[in-house]
């Protein structure tokens, strides 16, 4: 299984971008994917997770900014971020729990890093 992300960039406070994130492979089931973000020397954080189908969950510095969506037939993610921030300037990880190497085996898989960076 891989996670593939695109999007990020460079965008002034108050602007948008958006982040989509792609699974592929042998994927028997996913069970959630979201998204979290990492700045130097801290630790990895979650921006927004949806399990299942069940309502996202955010983290409360994005709450009413970010909105995440899942195209269930595809396997994609995709994080819309509005009003962005300073704090906001992150790396971006695209992460999935995920039935793959065996039907009743989920793993945690992360895609590669999309740099966002806030200009204030």
């Known amino acids: 299984v891989q996670l593939q992300a695109s999007g990020g960039g460079l965008v002034q406070t108050g602007g948008s971008l958006r982040l989509s994130c792609a699974a592929s492979?042998?994927?028997?089931?996913?069970?959630?994917m979201g998204w979290y973000r990492q700045t130097p020397g801290k630790q990895r954080e979650m921006v927004a997770v949806i399990i299942g189908r069940n309502s996202p969950n955010y983290a409360d510095s994005v709450k009413g900014r970010f909105t995440i969506s899942r195209d269930y037939a595809k396997n994609t993610v995709e994080l819309q971020m509005n009003s962005l921030k300073p704090e906001d300037t992150a790396a971006y990880y695209c992460?999935?729990?995920?039935?793959?190497?065996?039907?009743?085996?989920?793993?945690?898989?992360w895609g590669q890093g999309t740099q966002v960076t806030v200009s204030s």
């Open positions: 492979g042998r994927i028997f089931s996913i069970f959630s």
């Open positions: 992460h999935g729990d995920i039935f793959g190497r065996l039907p009743n085996r989920k793993d945690e898989y």
